[in-house]
């Protein structure tokens, strides 16, 4: 069967109506076609594949990793700097500080550490950062040019080498062993962290890097004491 459509056409300033024949297929075809794409996938791609991922929809809702303000290989740069400090940079602790890498290092000796005991976590938390204020407080007394996150994050990666401390002494419990692995990686950490935050400006502060270092030692002692109990 034909079917068509009107057309006009002007002729001596008359118009007249014409009949354009069309294929007697294309009303089957436009009905395929019309249900191909009401049935198609807004959200899949021509392969199959779904084009609207997690990663798309977690985007979509800012919840990546850059609005978090999260470097997992920077996080991984800055704890090589803590572990090996002769052989990297750590300038950057000090020009690039972020939250979420020492908090997930500090995180870590809580959980190390609880034996069962949930409230340490929230304990060591607040330590961390109490002690932190203070250093930063006093250094600010003293005329070092720091910030409080600049504190907050050398305090919370130094923690590293108190992580190992752990690991070390659950494994080997021998008491002048674990005595030994204490006070080495207290001082490892004291090290780490006062040799960054106790700069000065002025030349000859000898004596008062030494002010700001000592409470950094203690604040580490304290930490690596609470392996004992809280």
Known sequence: ?????????????????????LP????????????QIASADPFQSN??????????????????????????????YK???????????????????DFWGPMAVVLTYSLLIIWG??????????????GSFLIFALGRV???????????????????PLNLAVLIISIIPEIAFSIIVRVLCTFWAAFSAGTLLAQFPQEKMRDKQIMLSYPILLLFIYFISLCSGV
Not at 146 to 159: N, P, R
């Open 117 to 130: 005991q949930l409230r340490v976590v929230s304990w060591i938390l607040t330590m961390w950062m109490l």
């Open 142 to 160: 003293l005329g070092a040019e720091i910030t409080f996150s600049q504190v907050l994050g050398v305090i919370g990666y130094s923690v590293l």
């Open 47 to 76: 392969d199959g594949s779904s084009a609207f991922g997690a990663k798309q929809f977690l985007n979509s809702k800012g919840l990546g990793w850059e609005e978090l303000d999260i470097n997992p290989a920077e996080i991984l």
């Open 1 to 21: 069967m034909m079917s068509g459509v009107q057309d006009t056409a002007q002729e001596g300033g008359k118009e007249h109506l014409a009949f354009i024949a």
């Open 24 to 35: 007697t297929n294309y009303e089957q075809n436009t009905e395929v076609n019309s249900g």
């Open 79 to 97: 704890v090589r700097c803590v572990l090996l400090p002769f052989k990297f940079d750590r300038s950057v602790l000090l020009s690039n500080p």
